[in-house]
């Protein structure tokens, strides 16, 4: 929405062919008064604020702007390409979101290594609104590091008490019956060999009368097989109830979220598995998959079981954004030091309001959501050094790209750096 003018502007519009010398000079000292008013407010917001022209050059920088890219504020970036000033932006895509039109909003998030390590939140709309043609973007940033942090921690503290005493009660229910059947078969157990010593007793024992000698060697050669039977089935108990004990175990350390074991995977590999694990859920709800899997793709370093967690979440939400005959389209592609997929769906976008929500706990659209999702998705993406971008056009679907880093290199410091 446009911002009104206010009713001095309109005044003076409407008597600008009577105004005299006088009038002129008082109308550009309130003018220059209300610039300093409206400078002074865009440099004390606490975020940055920078506003390209259509071809990717700074127009206005705030101070803030300033601070998070680690420039000096005292220093001037106007008519910078704003590539050189963040170079994780693909300007080439917001531009051509800009010129063709409606309501597209982009948020990323990227790390930083300049003036410090931090994690900068990116939220980027076109000046024009919904108005097709190149008109420049307004770039909003802001320092997510300690909040995404806190957020971290409290979401993970609440989600580990909710998992800890739903662990504890599954461990109390199946701990019980579990240590009632391993008493009884130690109970089969002492049975069994009283009746082997038994039967071992009979057999050095001369026939009983009226027996014949041969029906009391079979009589005790199918006893004796019975108790083998018996024994190999008590081994068999003993070894599910190991298993058992062993699951147990294993979730209770699953609680804690685990650090992602990379190493050299197949990304198109791995996302071909997903797609086809998924695939009777996407043909039942009449959804059409299209993959563009890069050719020749190099072994990424990552978690693929990790990496599969996340591609199960966002096509899932992606799955249930759309509607019979949506399209999912899955592409995987390489760039500088690492490698990136990306989870396209037909459905009717996200919201201007909601796109700052998108990663917070608990916050969902659907109704029998968890709000967890997407959490999950930042977690393991964070953890793995990658980042998340999403783009989405309301009426028209939402991508969410992630990428993640190459294998650790030592890298040589240029003679600039040092």
């Known amino acids: 929405m446009p911002p009104q003018k206010t009713s001095f502007v309109d005044k003076v519009l409407g008597r600008l062919p009577r105004l005299d010398a006088e009038n002129v000079r008082s109308l550009l000292h309130r003018l220059a008064e209300e610039r300093s008013l409206l400078e002074t407010v865009f440099h004390i917001?606490?975020?940055?604020?920078?506003?390209?022209?259509?071809?990717?050059?700074?127009?206005?920088?705030?101070?803030?702007?300033?601070?998070?890219?680690?420039?000096?504020?005292?220093?001037?970036?106007?008519?910078?390409?704003?590539?050189?000033?963040l170079p994780e932006l693909d300007w080439t895509k917001l531009s051509a979101l800009d010129r063709q039109g409606g309501v597209n909003v982009v948020r990323q998030e990227f790390e930083v290594a300049w003036p410090r390590p931090r994690f900068l939140r990116l939220f980027a709309a076109p000046i024009d609104g919904a108005a097709s043609g190149r008109s420049g973007f307004a770039l909003i940033l802001s320092d997510a590091t300690e909040a995404r942090q806190k957020e971290f921690e409290t979401v993970e503290s609440e989600r580990l008490q909710a998992l800890t005493l739903l662990a504890a009660s599954l461990a109390h229910e199946i701990g019980n019956p579990l240590n009632a059947l391993n008493i009884h078969l130690q109970l089969m157990e002492r049975e069994l060999?009283?009746?082997?010593?038994?039967?071992?007793?009979?057999?050095?024992?001369?026939?009983?009368?009226?027996?014949?000698?041969?029906?009391?060697?079979?009589?005790?050669?199918?006893?004796?097989?019975?108790?083998?039977?018996?024994?190999?089935?008590?081994?068999?108990?003993?070894?599910?109830?190991?298993?058992?004990?062993?699951?147990?175990?294993?979730?209770?350390?699953?609680?804690?979220?685990?650090?992602?074991?990379?190493?050299?995977?197949?990304?198109?590999?791995?996302?071909?598995?997903?797609?086809?694990?998924?695939?009777?859920?996407?043909?039942?709800?009449?959804?059409?998959?299209?993959?563009?899997?890069?050719?020749?793709?190099?072994?990424?370093?990552?978690?693929?079981?990790?990496?599969?967690?996340?591609?199960?979440?966002?096509?899932?939400?992606?799955?249930?954004?759309?509607?019979?005959?949506?399209?999912?389209?899955?592409?995987?592609?390489?760039?500088?030091?690492?490698?990136?997929?990306?989870?396209?769906?037909?459905?009717?976008?996200?919201?201007q309001d909601t796109m700052n929500q998108l990663f917070k706990p608990f916050h969902t659209t659907?109704?029998?959501?968890?709000?967890?999702?997407?959490?999950?998705?930042?977690?393991?993406?964070r953890a793995h050094h990658g980042r998340i971008d999403v783009e989405s056009n309301l009426g028209r679907g939402t991508t969410f790209r992630i990428w993640l880093p190459g294998p650790p290199q030592i890298r040589l410091l240029s003679q600039e750096a040092t």
């Open 193 to 351: 060999r009283r009746l082997r010593s038994e039967l071992v007793a009979l057999r050095n024992n001369s026939p009983r009368a009226g027996r014949p000698r041969a029906q009391q060697l079979d009589a005790e050669q199918a006893a004796f097989g019975s108790l083998e039977k018996l024994q190999g089935f008590v081994g068999v108990a003993r070894g599910e109830i190991g298993r058992l004990d062993y699951i147990v175990r294993q979730f209770l350390q699953a609680l804690r979220p685990s650090q992602p074991r990379h190493r050299h995977s197949d990304l198109n590999a791995v996302l071909r598995e997903t797609v086809e694990l998924l695939r009777p859920e996407l043909e039942n709800r009449g959804l059409i998959v299209a993959q563009d899997l890069a050719g020749s793709l190099p072994q990424g370093f990552f978690d693929p079981d990790q990496v599969k967690q996340v591609l199960v979440n966002l096509i899932r939400n992606a799955m249930q954004a759309m509607t019979r005959d949506g399209i999912l389209s899955v592409a995987s592609g390489e760039q500088s030091e690492g490698l990136w997929f990306s989870i396209a769906d037909t459905g009717g976008g996200i919201a």
């Open 45 to 85: 917001v606490e975020d940055g604020i920078v506003v390209t022209s259509p071809d990717g050059r700074v127009q206005y920088l705030n101070q803030g702007a300033a601070r998070l890219l680690g420039l000096p504020e005292t220093s001037s970036a106007d008519d910078q390409s704003i590539q050189q000033l």
């Open 366 to 381: 659907k109704k029998k959501g968890s709000g967890l999702g997407l959490m999950i998705v930042q977690r393991i993406v």
